[in-house]
């Protein structure tokens, strides 16, 4: 909930090139880094993305 902007920035970080990403989602403890990159896992493991 509430992570729609997040998640629409880290695909479009992911998305650069044609080769595999390595991405950092870096921020204060507890705000739900480790959360968000699951939901993008799951989200796009659904979509067959």
């Known amino acids: ?3 729609d902007q997040p998640m629409h920035t880290l695909h479009k ?3 650069v090139t044609e080769q595999v990403a390595i991405t950092c989602v870096k921020g ?3 705000i739900g880094k480790t959360e968000l990159a699951l939901q993008y896992a799951y989200s796009h ?4 993305t």
């Open 1 to 3: 909930m509430g992570r």
């Open 13 to 15: 970080q992911l998305q």
């Open 28 to 30: 204060m403890g507890g």
């Open 45 to 48: 493991l659904k979509q067959e």
